[in-house]
């Protein structure tokens, strides 16, 4: 059976378990195994808890292969939100993406002006 | 975030903020000309909006030069601002999102995983075909993905991006949002799966159209 032809609730053939009598494999659900899965990644698991997670994930290839995209998710968040920060700070030096905020910075300035001008 | 030490203020700001402080007019301008790119770039990214955006750096400057003395000399200025800017724009976030919902945006439900009663997943979820080293590497691949972050629902989209791109702890982000660290904690993981769910179908990531 090929990872397309995924049972409804008949459980996992490639774990070797028989989910219709058996739901759990090595304690946890693949729905906890959902919910835990950050405190996972963050390492804030109890070694007993994290020992369950990894046996699960390790006989569950579709619990592996929804960790392996989580964490790619969030490497993708972070590098690119980086990317984009790179491309505004090129902004403001006018070496592409369009003209830098000079009007922003302008408007900035002649607030503080009239901020001054109060005191 | 962290508290760096006074090495890690650049001699830039040192001199910026010596210069505020002794009431040099020309210090306020460095700061801004210094700063702006930065801090327009969080702006942008919390509320999608330039007009928004730059009304929100505007404040946040003004912010900044109205209470300079609560800046501690040891933190750096741009840990400082940047502080000062996310607490701006979540206040114009929050009456904004008070004020009308979006219609486009579905609820967060739709896009977490689905399971059986038993516990089971209800999708037999497949390996990615493309890592993340390679899709980062691909200029229309990053937009892909920026889009789609704005496609995660609030509140969970504001929670993703303080904590997964401006790097905020737990702690702060509940601080700065008025909420439990546990509902941080919720709310992040709900928009990373969502995410995951969103960039799987954007990207054809498993092969299926």
């Known amino acids: 059976m090929s990872e397309h032809d995924h049972p409804k609730g008949d459980g996992h053939p490639s774990c070797g378990h028989d989910y219709g009598l058996k739901m759990k494999v090595h304690g946890l659900t693949c729905q906890e195994i959902s919910q835990f899965m950050m405190d996972y990644l963050d390492s804030s698991l109890d070694d007993g808890a994290k020992d369950e997670f990894e046996r699960h994930v390790g006989v569950c290839p579709p619990c592996l292969h929804y960790l392996d995209g989580y964490k790619d998710t969030v490497e993708l968040v972070r590098r690119c939100g980086k990317v984009e920060l790179d491309a505004e700070a090129k902004k403001v030096h006018g070496e592409k993406h369009g003209p830098p905020p000079e009007g922003l910075i302008m408007a900035i300035l002649a607030a503080k002006q009239a901020i001054d001008g109060q005191a | 975030m962290d508290t760096p030490s006074p090495s890690s203020q650049t001699p830039d700001d040192a001199s910026i903020v010596a210069g505020l402080r002794s009431g040099d007019p020309r210090a306020f301008e ?110 229309e691949t990053r937009e892909v993905v920026r889009n789609t972050i704005d496609k995660v629902p609030e509140p969970y989209r504001t929670v993703l991006v303080l904590r997964d791109i401006e790097e905020l702890d737990t702690a702060e982000t509940a601080e700065l949002l008025g909420i439990k660290p546990g509902t941080v904690k919720v709310r992040l993981h709900r928009a990373r799966q969502a995410l995951r769910n969103l960039l799987e179908r954007e990207l054809e990531l498993t092969g299926e159209a």
Request: net charge positive.
């Open chain 2, 30 to 139: 460095a700061m801004v000309r210094a700063h702006v790119g930065p801090l327009r770039a969080v702006a942008l990214r919390l509320l999608r909006n330039e007009e928004d955006a730059d009304d929100a750096v505007q404040e946040a400057f003004l912010n900044a030069y109205r209470s300079l003395d609560r800046f501690r000399g040891d933190a750096r200025l741009g840990t400082w601002l940047h502080r000062i800017v996310v607490n701006v724009a979540l206040g114009r976030l929050r009456k904004r999102e008070s004020a009308k919902r979006d219609g486009e945006q579905v609820q967060i439900d739709a896009h977490l995983p689905q399971f059986h009663e038993n516990g089971m997943s209800q999708r037999f979820h497949q390996r990615w075909t493309v890592g993340a080293d390679e899709l980062v590497s691909r200029a």
